[in-house]
Structure formats: C-alpha cells, structure tokens
Nanobody, 125 residues
Framework: QLQLVESGGGSVQPGGSLRLSCAAS????????IGWFRQAPGKEREGVSF????????KYADSVKGRFTIPRDNALNTVYLQMNSLKSEDTAIYYC??????????????????WGQGTQVTVSS
C-alpha cells in the first residue's frame, strides 16, 4: 500500500521560498503521476501542480505558474514542490497525491488514489 508523507512546510515572509517534499513508502512512485493540491481555510481543495510518472508532463495552476516547480526524483521515491516568490494567498495546507490521471484531469481530486496528511504553509509578514 502506497503511503505519502509531506514535509517542508512552515512560515515564511512574502517573497520567500519553501521546498515541500512528498516521500513515498510501501511502493514505488515510478508508476504514478503526482499532484500537489492545497486547501486554504474556507475554500475548496485546489490543484496546484502535476508531474507525470516519467516527468514528461508538468502542469501548473495559473496562480502559481512561473513561481512554482515540481521536480521529482524516482530514485529517492520523492517528489518536490519548489515554491518561490511566495504570496500571502499561497497560505494553505498543501497535500500531495498519487494516481494515474488521464489528460485534462491532472487537477481532479477523483483521479488520485493516495493522499498524504498535508503540511501547513503560512506566508505572512
């Protein structure tokens, strides 16, 4: 059974950077696409970024395009979310998820079978 654990969250000032990690255990991540999602208080969980199993496809929400990247290291069974130029509106709990979403469903929660517990990111001065 695949298990995912996020880490790397914390508090940062606007304009700062954080790198989140999504580490897998119980199975290999090689066969899965990985999505990063976030949920702010009172809001729906939304897709932020996606990377396919072999890194041939990456997708970003418009709100983070140009600021976030999603590298993965299959040898370490880990996917990252590098977040730069952080804004207050990036404050949320961030979740990683593993699945096999087909085209155009990269940010559909129903396309993912496995979820981590989340890590809090707070951007504030």
């Amino acid at each position: 059974q695949l298990q995912l654990v996020e880490s790397g969250g914390g508090s940062v000032q606007p304009g700062g950077s954080l790198r989140l990690s999504c580490a897998a255990s119980g199975s290999t991540l090689d066969d899965y696409g990985i999505g990063w999602f976030r949920q702010a208080p009172g809001k729906e969980r939304e897709g932020v970024s996606f990377i396919s199993s072999r890194s041939e496809t990456t997708k970003y929400a418009d709100s983070v395009k140009g600021r976030f990247t999603i590298p993965r290291d299959n040898a370490l069974n880990t996917v990252y979310l590098q977040m730069n130029s952080l804004k207050s509106e990036d404050t949320a709990i961030y979740y990683c998820a593993a699945g096999r979403p087909i085209s155009l469903l990269w940010f559909a929660r129903r396309a993912y079978n496995y979820w981590g517990q989340g890590t809090q990111v707070t951007v504030s001065s």
